[in-house]
Nanobody, 129 residues
Framework: QVQLVESGGGLVQAGGSLRLSCSAS???????MGWFRQAPGKEREFVAG????????RYGDSVQGRFTISRGKSGTTTYLQMDSLNPDDTAVYYC????????????WGKGTQVTVSEWGQGTQVTVSA
């Protein structure tokens, strides 16, 4: 049984970057892996995908030019580098994997939350008498 585990989500300020990772266990190598995301009240959206064995990467229109998907050499790990993040990128990001070219359906991870804030983290100012 294949299990997908995502990591790397978190809170980031608008304009910042995050790198997500997804590792698949229970299989030697996957045919293809990718990322989807789902924001509150919205349908799940394709983000990026990549096929092993020389296949090219594909991206959703909303992330083209800002996100980069890559793969580990083992065929069981994929990464999503997310740059120039904006609040519209806030969502739960899910890793998906297809075991073979002819497999119907995909395996899914449980997701990792990415939150992009318009606000900075703040800085303490202390004025002493």
């Amino acid at each position: 049984q294949v299990q997908l585990v995502e990591s790397g989500g978190g809170l980031v300020q608008a304009g910042g970057s995050l790198r997500l990772s997804c590792s698949a266990s229970g299989r030697a190598a996957m045919y293809a892996m990718g990322w989807f995301r789902q924001a509150p009240g919205k349908e799940r959206e394709f983000v990026a995908g990549i096929v092993w064995g020389g296949g090219s990467a594909r991206y959703g229109d909303s992330v083209q030019g800002r996100f980069t998907i890559s793969r580990g050499k083992s065929g069981t790990t994929t990464y999503l580098q997310m740059d120039s993040l904006n609040p519209d990128d806030t969502a739960v990001y899910y890793c998906a994997a297809k075991m073979t070219k002819s497999t119907n359906g995909s395996e899914w991870g449980k997701g990792t939350q990415v939150t992009v804030s318009e606000w900075g983290q703040g800085t303490q100012v202390t004025v002493s008498a």
